[in-house]
C-alpha cells in the first residue's frame, strides 16, 4: 500500500515514534535496502536507516538532513504498529455511528483513521482576500462605470439600461459597506493565526453533521491549498486522515482568583473573557468533534 501524503505533523510524529516504538525497533520483518555504515551488514527496519545516517539517535536528533521521505518511512512504521496493537479505530462506511458516535465513546487522546471527505481551509488567507475585496469592488465599479458609459455614448444600449446598470453597481458596493467587512476581517485576524489550517472531516458513510474538525499547520501541507487557500477530496475518492480525539470541554470563563493586585487582576479577567470568545468561534459543538490531525493521505494498493 503506498500513501501519497496531502498533510504531515513531523514534529508530533517524531514525539509519538520515540514513545511508541520504543526509540524505533532494531529490526523489523522488512528489508529496506538501506546497509549500516562500516559493517556492510543490511539491517531492516527504519533504526537501521537512522544509524546508517551516522550512528544517531532519531529521538533527540534532529538536522537539515532530515528530509520529508523519512518522515513518511517514520509514519509508515509509526501507524502500522498502532494497527498491530489495535490502538486505532477506523471511522468509515462501516461504523455503527448510532451506537458509538457520542462524546463518551471517544476517549480522549485516542487515535482515529476517517475514511471520508476531507477539507483544509487556511482562513487567514481567506480573511486576507476579505479585506482587500472593498478595494477590488471599488475598482470592477470604475471599470464597469466607464464602460457603461461608452456603451451608453455609442448607442449599444439606452439610457434607461444604463442607469439600471449604474444601479446595480452602487447596490453592490453599498451591500459591501453595509457588511461591515473591516470588522469581520479584524475579528477573523484575532481568532485565526496565520499558518493555522482549519481540517474538517466528514466520514464515509456518517449523516452530514458528524464532522470531525482540527487545526493543522500550514507548513505540514506537501501542496499548496489552491484557489482562496482551500482544498477538498474529491467525491469519489475517500481520503483518509489519521489524528487523535480531543476531548477537552471548551468552556467559557475561568472563576476569578484574585491576588489583589488591581492590575494582575483586571488583566486575567480580560483574558478570560477573550478564551470565552476564541472557544465561542473556533469551536466544534457536537454532533461535530474535536481532533487532533497527525496525517491526510490517498492510499493506493500496489
Known amino acids: 500500500m503506498i500513501r501519497d501524503f496531502i498533510y504531515l505533523d513531523a514534529e508530533r510524529l ?30 531492516a527496519g527504519l533504526w537501521s536507516f537512522l ?11 534532529r538536522t537539515s538532513t532530515e528530509t520529508r521521505s523519512m518522515h513518511h518511512q517514520v509514519y509508515s512504521l509509526f501507524e502500522e504498529s498502532l494497527d498491530g496493537d489495535g490502538r486505532i479505530e477506523v471511522i468509515d462506511d462501516r461504523f455503527d455511528y448510532d451506537a458509538h458516535w457520542h462524546p463518551e465513546h471517544f476517549a480522549d487522546g485516542a487515535f482515529v483513521m476517517i475514511r471520508g471527505l476531507v477539507r483544509c481551509t487556511d482562513y487567514s488567507s481567506a480573511i486576507e482576500a476579505l479585506a482587500a475585496f ?6 470592477f465599479k470604475a471599470i464597469q462605470l466607464s464602460n457603461i458609459k461608452t456603451a451608453a455614448d455609442s448607442g449599444s444600449i439606452g439610457q434607461e439600461e444604463a442607469t439600471a446598470q449604474r444601479r446595480e453597481l452602487n447596490d453592490i458596493e453599498k451591500v459591501i459597506k453595509d457588511g461591515q467587512v473591516n470588522q469581520l476581517t479584524h475579528l477573523g485576524r484575532t481568532l485565526y493565526k496565520e499558518g493555522d489550517v482549519r481540517i474538517k472531516v466528514l466520514p464515509a458513510g456518517a449523516p452530514s453533521d458528524h464532522i470531525l474538525a482540527g487545526v493543522g499547520s500550514f507548513s505540514g501541507f506537501l501542496d499548496s491549498l489552491g484557489a482562496g487557500g482551500i482544498t477538498q477530496s474529491p467525491p469519489a475518492a475517500q481520503w483518509v ?16 482568583m484574585p491576588t489583589g493586585n488591581a492590575m494582575e487582576d483586571a488583566i486575567e479577567g480580560m483574558g478570560s473573557s477573550m478564551r470565552e470568545l476564541m472557544n465561542v468561534g ?13 496525517a491526510i493521505y490517498r492510499q493506493t494498493a500496489t
Not at 134 to 139: C, D, E, Y
Not at 243 to 252: D, L, N, R, T, Y
Not at 282 to 294: K, N, Q, Y
Open 134 to 139: 472593498p478595494a477590488l469592488i471599488k475598482s
Open 282 to 294: 473556533t469551536s466544534a459543538i457536537f454532533p461535530a468533534m474535536e481532533f487532533v490531525p497527525l
Open 51 to 61: 544509524r546508517a545516517q551516522g550512528e544517531l539517535d532519531y529521538r533527540y536528533h
Open 14 to 43: 517524531r514525539s509519538f515514534a520515540a514513545q511508541l516504538l520504543g526509540g524505533v525497533p532494531e529490526v523489523s520483518s522488512r528489508e529496506t535496502g538501506h546497509e549500516t555504515g562500516g559493517a556492510g551488514s543490511a539491517e
Open 241 to 256: 486522515t489519521v489524528g487523535q480525539i480531543s476531548a477537552a470541554q471548551h468552556e467559557g470563563g475561568l472563576p476569578p
